[in-house]
Protein backbone atom coordinates (compact mmCIF):
# COMPACT_ATOMS: atom_id res chain seq x y z
CA UNK A 1 0.00 0.00 0.00
CA UNK A 2 1.24 3.69 -1.41
CA UNK A 3 1.21 6.12 1.30
CA UNK A 4 0.79 9.95 0.88
CA UNK A 5 4.06 11.06 0.92
CA UNK A 6 5.42 8.21 -1.40
CA UNK A 7 2.40 8.18 -3.85
CA UNK A 8 3.71 8.67 -7.56
CA UNK A 9 0.85 7.98 -9.95
CA UNK A 10 1.57 4.62 -11.68
CA UNK A 11 0.34 3.30 -15.04
CA UNK A 12 -0.31 -0.17 -14.11
CA UNK A 13 -2.54 0.09 -10.26
CA UNK A 14 -3.81 2.74 -9.00
CA UNK A 15 -4.63 3.12 -5.09
CA UNK A 16 -5.72 4.92 -2.19
CA UNK A 17 -3.05 7.62 -1.50
CA UNK A 18 -3.08 6.42 2.39
CA UNK A 19 -3.48 2.88 3.67
CA UNK A 20 -7.12 2.28 4.85
CA UNK A 21 -8.34 -0.22 7.28
CA UNK A 22 -10.86 -3.52 5.80
CA UNK A 23 -13.75 -1.64 7.37
CA UNK A 24 -12.87 1.56 5.21
CA UNK A 25 -12.58 -0.31 2.02
CA UNK A 26 -16.09 -1.01 2.49
CA UNK A 27 -16.91 2.42 4.18
CA UNK A 28 -15.35 4.75 1.64
CA UNK A 29 -16.81 3.19 -1.93
CA UNK A 30 -20.18 3.15 0.55
CA UNK A 31 -19.67 7.15 1.31
CA UNK A 32 -19.18 7.40 -2.57
CA UNK A 33 -22.12 5.86 -4.01
CA UNK A 34 -24.37 7.34 -1.62
CA UNK A 35 -23.16 10.77 -2.37
CA UNK A 36 -23.33 10.03 -5.54
CA UNK A 37 -27.15 8.84 -5.63
CA UNK A 38 -28.03 12.38 -3.29
CA UNK A 39 -26.53 14.43 -6.73
CA UNK A 40 -28.54 11.59 -9.05
CA UNK A 41 -31.65 11.23 -7.61
CA UNK A 42 -32.85 14.35 -8.03
CA UNK A 43 -31.33 14.79 -11.46
CA UNK A 44 -34.18 11.45 -12.46
CA UNK A 45 -36.82 13.45 -10.50
CA UNK A 46 -36.82 16.07 -11.88
CA UNK A 47 -35.66 14.80 -15.60
CA UNK A 48 -38.70 12.37 -15.43
CA UNK A 49 -41.23 13.59 -12.75
CA UNK A 50 -41.63 10.71 -10.49
CA UNK A 51 -43.80 12.54 -8.08
CA UNK A 52 -41.34 12.96 -4.99
CA UNK A 53 -39.96 16.87 -5.61
CA UNK A 54 -40.85 16.97 -9.48
CA UNK A 55 -44.76 16.32 -10.54
CA UNK A 56 -45.14 14.77 -14.16
CA UNK A 57 -46.21 17.86 -15.43
CA UNK A 58 -43.33 20.13 -14.01
CA UNK A 59 -40.20 17.32 -15.29
CA UNK A 60 -37.69 18.70 -17.86
CA UNK A 61 -39.08 15.74 -20.26
CA UNK A 62 -42.53 17.76 -19.88
CA UNK A 63 -41.04 20.94 -20.51
CA UNK A 64 -40.29 21.83 -17.28
CA UNK A 65 -38.05 24.17 -16.11
CA UNK A 66 -35.63 22.47 -13.36
CA UNK A 67 -34.91 25.61 -11.44
CA UNK A 68 -38.20 27.46 -10.88
CA UNK A 69 -39.59 26.04 -8.22
CA UNK A 70 -36.94 26.38 -6.21
CA UNK A 71 -35.06 29.48 -7.06
CA UNK A 72 -38.17 31.52 -7.49
CA UNK A 73 -39.29 31.12 -3.74
CA UNK A 74 -35.52 31.23 -2.22
CA UNK A 75 -35.49 34.08 0.42
CA UNK A 76 -32.57 35.43 2.07
CA UNK A 77 -29.37 37.90 1.55
CA UNK A 78 -29.03 36.40 -2.21
CA UNK A 79 -32.98 35.94 -3.31
CA UNK A 80 -33.13 38.95 -5.56
CA UNK A 81 -30.16 37.20 -7.20
CA UNK A 82 -31.50 33.22 -7.36
CA UNK A 83 -34.61 34.66 -7.88
CA UNK A 84 -33.25 36.38 -11.02
CA UNK A 85 -31.95 33.19 -12.38
CA UNK A 86 -35.36 31.36 -12.29
CA UNK A 87 -36.16 29.65 -15.70
CA UNK A 88 -33.03 30.61 -17.10
CA UNK A 89 -32.39 27.99 -19.69
CA UNK A 90 -29.03 28.22 -19.35
CA UNK A 91 -29.15 27.56 -15.69
CA UNK A 92 -31.28 24.64 -15.87
CA UNK A 93 -28.86 22.88 -18.32
CA UNK A 94 -25.85 24.03 -15.81
CA UNK A 95 -27.42 22.73 -12.72
CA UNK A 96 -29.34 19.45 -14.56
CA UNK A 97 -25.49 18.75 -15.72
CA UNK A 98 -24.08 19.03 -12.43
CA UNK A 99 -26.17 16.71 -10.63
CA UNK A 100 -26.43 14.03 -13.61
CA UNK A 101 -22.43 14.34 -14.36
CA UNK A 102 -21.44 14.26 -10.05
CA UNK A 103 -23.74 11.71 -9.47
CA UNK A 104 -22.64 9.88 -12.53
CA UNK A 105 -18.87 10.33 -11.44
CA UNK A 106 -19.17 9.86 -7.54
CA UNK A 107 -21.50 6.53 -8.22
CA UNK A 108 -19.02 4.92 -11.15
CA UNK A 109 -15.84 6.43 -9.49
CA UNK A 110 -14.03 8.26 -12.43
CA UNK A 111 -13.62 11.68 -12.62
CA UNK A 112 -13.38 12.48 -8.55
CA UNK A 113 -11.43 15.52 -9.23
CA UNK A 114 -13.95 17.55 -11.74
CA UNK A 115 -17.01 15.57 -9.78
CA UNK A 116 -15.17 17.45 -6.55
CA UNK A 117 -15.08 20.88 -8.52
CA UNK A 118 -18.94 20.82 -9.91
CA UNK A 119 -20.64 19.23 -6.76
CA UNK A 120 -18.50 22.30 -4.95
CA UNK A 121 -20.88 24.77 -7.76
CA UNK A 122 -24.17 23.02 -7.21
CA UNK A 123 -24.13 22.43 -3.69
CA UNK A 124 -22.60 25.78 -3.22
CA UNK A 125 -24.79 27.40 -5.15
CA UNK A 126 -27.67 25.87 -3.55
CA UNK A 127 -26.22 26.50 0.09
CA UNK A 128 -26.07 30.45 -1.20
CA UNK A 129 -29.31 30.19 -1.54
CA UNK A 130 -29.93 29.38 1.81
CA UNK A 131 -28.22 31.76 3.19
CA UNK A 132 -28.91 32.60 6.08
CA UNK A 133 -29.26 29.46 7.23
CA UNK A 134 -32.10 28.71 9.44
CA UNK A 135 -30.50 25.82 12.25
CA UNK A 136 -26.93 26.87 12.26
CA UNK A 137 -24.97 30.18 11.84
CA UNK A 138 -22.33 28.64 9.33
CA UNK A 139 -22.86 24.85 7.97
CA UNK A 140 -25.72 22.72 6.83
CA UNK A 141 -25.46 19.43 5.11
CA UNK A 142 -24.55 21.30 1.52
CA UNK A 143 -21.02 22.29 3.06
CA UNK A 144 -20.61 18.45 4.36
CA UNK A 145 -21.46 17.18 0.85
CA UNK A 146 -18.89 19.75 -0.76
CA UNK A 147 -15.99 17.95 1.69
CA UNK A 148 -17.26 14.99 0.99
CA UNK A 149 -16.81 15.23 -2.40
CA UNK A 150 -13.13 16.33 -2.14
CA UNK A 151 -12.04 14.32 0.71
CA UNK A 152 -13.14 11.03 -1.76
CA UNK A 153 -11.47 12.56 -4.90
CA UNK A 154 -8.43 13.32 -2.98
CA UNK A 155 -7.97 9.80 -1.06
CA UNK A 156 -8.57 7.94 -4.86
CA UNK A 157 -12.01 6.39 -3.50
CA UNK A 158 -12.83 5.60 -7.15
CA UNK A 159 -10.38 2.94 -6.78
CA UNK A 160 -11.80 0.40 -4.69
CA UNK A 161 -15.15 -1.21 -5.96
CA UNK A 162 -15.12 1.52 -8.44
CA UNK A 163 -14.07 2.01 -12.05
CA UNK A 164 -11.31 4.59 -10.74
CA UNK A 165 -8.60 2.07 -11.07
CA UNK A 166 -9.27 1.31 -14.56
CA UNK A 167 -9.91 4.69 -15.63
CA UNK A 168 -6.67 5.88 -14.00
CA UNK A 169 -4.87 3.53 -16.01
CA UNK A 170 -6.36 4.98 -19.24
CA UNK A 171 -3.34 7.18 -21.68
CA UNK A 172 -5.64 10.60 -22.06
CA UNK A 173 -6.25 10.50 -17.94
CA UNK A 174 -2.15 9.79 -17.23
CA UNK A 175 -1.30 12.61 -19.67
CA UNK A 176 -4.33 14.67 -17.83
CA UNK A 177 -4.32 13.69 -14.47
CA UNK A 178 -6.79 16.34 -13.52
CA UNK A 179 -9.63 13.56 -15.24
CA UNK A 180 -8.27 11.33 -12.61
Same mark, same amino acid.
Given at each position: ???ASSHTPSSTAPSLLIPVSPAARVLLPLLRITLGLVYLW?? $????? +??????????? $???? +?????????????AFADVFRAM? +?????? $???????GAVGIALVTGVCLHLAAIGGTFVMGGIYLSSVPLANNPLIDEHIV?? $?LGWL?????? +????GLGAWWQRLSLVRRHRWLA
Open positions: MTTPF $VDKMF +GFGFATPPEGS $VLAG +GSPSTGYLSHTEGA +GNPLVD $VLFMLGLFI $VLATLGA +GTIA
